[in-house]
């Protein structure tokens, strides 16, 4: 029997386990990035099959980007679109993430309202943020539902939604996935956070993604507009420290 790793919280919010393992048997697609595997979930915990960890290599790096294009291309119903098998809202960390559960006109539109504006009001309601950088962040909602971010090549994909350097465990057998907040959403999503706290051979890792599903031009103008919403849910879980930086990201946009 395989050996497991246990998570568990006893105070956790409703679905909070239940839409994760969904999350990892979404991703869990032929050819993609292995995930850690669901062995049993409930209310109070999750297992999955235990990994062993080791060093990060050029190889596996290489593996990594060519297997993250393939989940990014299984690909979704919509923008926003929940996992199979769950039809409500998900986490990120341990806030909300507001699911779309009917097709929304654009990306620049689900961006704008399920990933920007319900993490600025919190923290606009939390004082984090005052009245005049709430108007910024606005400026930007406004242009994304403008379209002015959105290419009609750019179909939903399949991504991670929570994809920092701390749910990437480099293993013996390459790379695996874990802690998602999976939906349908934009590549270059996934991309841009991979890079946001920093991670090993990430180079590597983008140029073998190109070579597989190749980036639009102009995706690295783009980084900052994607870390918007991952910013935003560090203000909103850490407090004001993340705030400057969300703000001046907002200010290139915008």
């Given amino acids: 029997m395989a050996v497991e790793f246990v998570k568990r919280r006893h105070d956790a919010p ?18 993609g990035v292995p995930v850690a595997e669901p062995v049993d979930v409930s209310p109070s915990h999750l297992s999955t099959v235990k990994l062993d960890l080791a060093a ?11 297997r993250l294009a393939v989940t ?4 979704a119903r919509h923008f926003g679109v929940p996992p199979d098998g769950w039809d409500a809202d998900g986490y990120i960390g341990t806030i909300g993430l507001p699911h779309a559960l009917e097709p929304v006109k654009s990306w620049g539109e689900f961006y704008a309202n399920l990933r920007i504006r319900p993490y600025l009001r919190s923290a606009y309601d939390h004082g984090t943020i005052d009245g005049h950088q709430l108007q910024v962040f606005e400026q930007v909602c406004v ?10 090549s750019e179909h939903p994909s399949r991504i991670h ?3 920092w350097s701390g749910n990437v465990l480099w293993c013996g057998d390459g790379v695996h996935l874990i802690d998602p907040a999976a939906h349908g959403g934009h590549r270059e999503t996934d991309l841009a956070m991979l890079g946001l706290f920093g991670l090993p051979q990430l180079e590597r890792v983008l140029h073998a993604y190109d070579e597989v599903h190749p980036l639009v031009d102009g995706w ?11 910013l935003l849910a560090h203000v909103v879980l850490f ?5 400057p930086q969300a703000i ?3 200010h290139k946009y915008g």
């Fill in 14 to 31: 409703p679905g909070f386990f239940e839409v994760e393992a969904a999350g990892l048997r979404w991703l869990a697609v032929p050819g």
């Fill in 161 to 163: 939604g929570d994809l």
């Fill in 72 to 75: 990014h291309d299984a690909g």
């Fill in 248 to 250: 001046a990201v907002a």
């Fill in 143 to 152: 242009r994304l539902e403008a379209g002015a971010y959105d290419d009609p």
């Fill in 239 to 243: 407090g004001a420290s993340y705030a």
């Fill in 220 to 230: 690295r103008n783009r980084v900052g507009l994607h870390r918007l919403h991952p």
């Fill in 56 to 66: 990060p290599t050029r190889a596996a790096a290489d593996e990594f980007g060519r």
